[in-house]
């Protein structure tokens, strides 16, 4: 009886050891992005402790999670929408951002990953949390992007910020401002 | 000479775990469980953060999202209801003023249905906003702030679709 528990636990342990070496050699997509996006915020976030070298060295490491030719339409709030297009756009657009603000928290939170069915991109929805340095509120922005398996790397395509409350109207016929 | 002070254990014993461990430690668990369940699935606590909803809701509050409040029942204009955004960790907390179908604009703060003004007892800021009439989809509602003495464009407002209302607010 003892050496049948004994048997029972010993394949427990080695069915979860073939679950654990299994999700290391074949990581499921959705996983691996998701893993990517909090780390895409990591790099993002930055203290004002950097120096110059620092804030290069960081702004490219926040580049390197993009594609050559990404794209990116963010709606900045209180100012008109801004586009990027391309790595070192979107680079020195960083790297800016360092110089001028003192420093940036930035969370990803609801991380929702759908894969393509060919499991080579993937659109990944999620809400920004950014803490700026001097600002008494937190900014809030819904965020939209599309990635592509290049090589071993999944990499940024296309961001866009998300209207979660929509401004884009059907105008009314026949109605007069009242 | 005893020198010992300490309670009694048996008396900390009951007040800590009480008479029977067991039953005190299942009770525990059912607490648990229906805590996280009723937190999670009926009532969601949040922490109203910024002014949008001054004076009707201070910044810093705590409240409930009453997640079952539309189950048989469509959302209602007047309503302060929880919109999420990618998800529930952060939500906006907005009155619903416009229902599907309807014709919604703004006049000198005032918000007009299908060309009526709303009567909107719950404002107390005077607003001088400023939008033409424009139509609302089949599933959309027009959700606003209480505080329209804001300047408009730093106001978080528009047309939400039904799926993103997650809930009436409670108290």
Redesign the interface.
């Known amino acids: 009886m003892k050496g049948r528990v004994s048997q029972i636990i010993l394949l427990g342990i080695l069915v979860l050891l073939g679950i654990w070496l299994w999700r290391t050699l074949f990581p499921n997509p959705a996983r691996v992005i998701r893993k990517r996006m909090l780390e895409l915020a990591q790099a993002a976030s930055f203290s004002g402790k950097e120096g110059l070298i620092a804030k290069a060295f960081n702004a490219e490491q926040f580049g390197s999670f993009f594609d050559n030719d990404v794209e990116a339409i963010v709606d900045v709030p209180?100012r008109s929408q801004q586009t990027f297009s391309g790595r070192a756009e979107l680079v020195q657009a960083a790297l800016g951002v360092r110089t001028v603000v003192g420093s940036v928290a930035i969370e990803f939170?609801?991380?929702?990953v759908t894969v393509s069915p060919d499991k080579q991109s993937a659109e990944v929805?999620?809400?920004g949390?950014a803490r700026v340095a001097g600002e008494r509120?937190?900014f809030?922005q819904?965020?939209k992007f599309t990635l592509k398996k290049i090589g071993r790397e999944w990499l940024i395509k296309k961001v866009e910020t998300?209207?979660?409350?929509?401004?884009n109207?059907?105008?009314?016929p026949g109605?007069?401002?009242? | 000479m005893n020198t010992e002070a300490g309670p009694d254990p048996s008396w900390l014993q009951t007040i800590v775990i009480g008479r029977n461990p067991r039953r005190t430690l299942i009770r525990t668990v059912v607490l648990a469980v229906a805590c996280f369940a009723i937190a999670r699935f009926i009532l969601l606590p949040i922490r109203v953060q910024g002014g949008s909803m001054i004076p009707t809701y201070q910044d810093n509050r705590v409240n409930f999202i009453n997640r079952l409040a539309y189950l048989f029942s469509p959302p209602k204009r007047g309503d302060v209801v929880a919109i999420r955004l990618a998800g529930p960790s952060i939500m906006f907390l907005k009155r619903i003023v416009g229902l599907p179908g309807e014709s919604v604009a703004f006049h000198e703060g005032h918000v007009y249905i299908n060309g009526q003004m709303l009567d909107e007892p719950y404002l107390r800021l005077k607003s001088d906003w400023e939008d033409p009439p424009r139509e609302l989809g089949p599933d959309e509602y027009y959700c606003v702030g209480d505080n329209r003495s804001m300047p408009q464009a730093d106001h978080t407002e528009g047309k939400a679709k039904r799926e993103r209302i997650l809930g009436k607010i409670l108290l």
């Open positions: 209180g939170l609801d991380i929702n929805n999620l809400t949390k509120d937190f809030v819904e965020l998300v209207k979660t409350l929509s401004q109207w059907r105008p009314t109605l007069a401002a009242a």
